[in-house]
């Protein structure tokens, strides 16, 4: 991660407010430049997408299932990663979410490390969408 990286802004996505609470707290912890906005809607994170530079969302969610919410973040910003964070395996995800250009999947679980491995991955998945310069002092 480059040191002059400025701040990371993630939206969180789950239903559950102690999972958002933890994960958000965690995230935060393992890597200064994340900040995390929590929502536990689909349609609050659709009327958000202008202000993030990563989602991070749970598979299953009461609103809409995780191909379709992957499917409206990419109409709305094609370029925006989008990782669940989710109990399942890759390999249970339904087919649908992975063929709508999902960027990542990282398995929840217990241990600390897997926050520190999402929160290294949201870093690194943004700022390759970034690009070189796109985000840090371009043009200077």
Request: one cysteine or more; a negative charge.
């Amino acid at each position: 991660m480059a040191g002059s990286r400025e701040t990371v802004r993630v939206l969180h996505v789950d239903d559950e407010a102690d999972v958002l609470d933890v994960t958000g707290r965690l995230l935060e912890s393992h890597h200064q430049p994340l900040a995390v906005e929590a929502v536990r809607s689909t349609a609050d994170a659709l009327d958000r997408l202008g202000e993030v530079d990563c989602i991070v969302a749970d598979y299953v969610m009461p609103e809409m299932d995780g191909a379709e919410f992957v499917s409206r973040v990419r109409r709305a910003r094609s370029d925006l990663p989008v990782v669940f964070f989710t109990g399942w395996d890759e390999e249970d995800l339904d087919a649908a979410a992975l063929e709508a250009d999902l960027t990542a999947h990282v398995r929840k679980g217990v241990d600390p490390d897997q926050y520190s491995a999402l929160a290294e991955r949201v870093v690194d998945l943004v700022e390759a969408a970034a690009g070189p310069g796109a985000r840090t002092g371009a043009g200077e």
